[in-house]
């Protein structure tokens, strides 16, 4: 009995051991801002789409109606880019999982004199898979899922629930085990470019 009870102390007392001793950080939370994102490029493509649609109708409206130079269009728009706070958990050295809250707004004014403003708060579920991670040098790829709201600013028409999503291949991260900044780069509701810092503990 005391040679069994001496095993279990020693097998606990080593698993203590190597937990005290890993210095794997389990929690990661960051903050960031990116660019180019998808309600960035759909208000650009909304411009670009109404300059060529707007002038076709023109040079249509001329043959019946000679004079006609004036349709609806995107004189003068903007944004604010998406800023996001993250959250992961690591699961172990390769796979984090975790969630993201992000929120970006555009603006523009129509030739009519009439303005926008659209707001779009999202929150996704988020994976992160480790390709590597060395003492001041990382590089991974990370994967967002969820649900974003689009915010009429200026008429308050009811939110419109829209799909929200970021896909990022070609993801590093420099600096210490604890504090590290980080360059993203994908496609989705954080950006083309996405960049900021993370606390990991």
Known sequence: MKRLLSSVALLITSSLICIAQTDESRHEISVSYGYVTI????????????????????????VFAPGVQEYPKIIDNGGTGSFSFQYL?????????????????????WNNGNEYIVHYPAIMATSKFVWFNHEHFGMYSKLSLGLMLLLDGKNGDKPIPMFAGQASAVCMEFGGKTLRGFLETGLGNQGLFNFGMKFSF
């Open 89 to 109: 958990y690591s699961l172990n050295r390769t796979i984090k999982l975790g969630g993201t809250v992000c929120y970006e707004s555009t603006w523009g004014k």
């Open 39 to 62: 309600p960035q490029a759909v208000d650009l493509i909304g411009t670009v789409g109404g300059e060529v649609l707007g002038g076709l109708l023109v040079g249509i409206a001329d």
